[in-house]
């Protein structure tokens, strides 16, 4: 988990390149290229496997060691019914909160400008196959109750791609 060379057993799955050499997924390659895979950086394990505070039993009457787990937490979500489906949310969420830093910016001409900026993901965000890069946001302003602009927002279960938002 904190050994860099770690990393390359996630590379094994998330850098796909054809025989053609298209690359379908580069997550690996993305992250040796940045900063994180330099000394002192974070290996793949350190963001997507939470290590315990203390020291637990690996086994019953076993030796005491941090142990890390295996839920790989990322932006994968299940949609229909799951099992831990709320607790594989919280777990994304968590990871979100301190991956993207977010503003949102009002010009004097009213319209508004969402920044997102990838702050602590050690690869390019959205990362993944290029079908799974994206991203939505729903923006929403109010006036004590009242809403008064909507953007991106869609009822449950509808895809983003059927959305006929202008914004």
Same mark, same amino acid.
């Given at each position: 988990?904190?050994?860099?060379?770690?990393?390359?057993?996630?590379?094994?799955?998330?850098?796909?390149?054809? *025989?053609?050499?298209?690359?379908?997924?580069?997550?690996?390659?993305?992250?040796?290229?940045?900063? #994180?895979?330099?000394?002192?950086?974070?290996?793949? *394990?350190q963001?997507?496997?939470?290590?315990?505070?203390?020291?637990?039993?690996?086994?019953?009457?076993?030796?005491?060691?941090?142990?890390?787990?295996?839920?790989?937490?990322?932006?994968?979500?299940?949609?229909?019914?799951?099992?831990?489906?709320?607790?594989?949310?919280?777990?994304?969420?968590?990871?979100?909160?301190?991956?993207?830093?977010?503003?949102?910016?009002?010009?004097?001409?009213?319209?508004?400008?969402?920044?997102?900026?990838?702050?602590?993901?050690?690869?390019?965000?959205?990362?993944?196959?290029?079908?799974?890069?994206?991203?939505? #946001?729903e923006?929403?302003?109010?006036?004590?109750?009242?809403?008064?602009?909507?953007? *991106?927002?869609?009822?449950?279960?509808?895809s983003?791609?059927?959305?006929?938002?202008?914004?």
């Amino acid at each position: 988990r904190d050994q860099a060379a770690s990393a390359t057993l996630c590379g094994a799955c998330h850098d796909i390149v054809t *025989g053609h050499g298209a690359a379908i997924e580069r997550t690996f390659a993305e992250w040796k290229g940045s900063v #994180f895979a330099q000394p002192g950086g974070a290996t793949c *394990g350190q963001c997507h496997m939470e290590q315990s505070s203390t020291p637990k039993p690996v086994a019953p009457g076993g030796i005491e060691r941090r142990i890390h787990g295996h839920t790989f937490a990322a932006v994968d979500l299940a949609l229909t019914e799951f099992p831990e489906r709320e607790d594989q949310s919280k777990r994304v969420n968590a990871l979100l909160a301190k991956t993207l830093q977010t503003a949102i910016c009002v010009g004097d001409d009213s319209r508004l400008s969402v920044m997102v900026d990838n702050v602590a993901a050690g690869h390019s965000f959205p990362s993944g196959s290029g079908p799974d890069r994206r991203l939505w #946001f729903e923006v929403r302003a109010f006036k004590g109750a009242d809403a008064i602009y909507e953007s *991106g927002v869609l009822a449950d279960g509808t895809s983003p791609a059927r959305s006929t938002d202008p914004d």
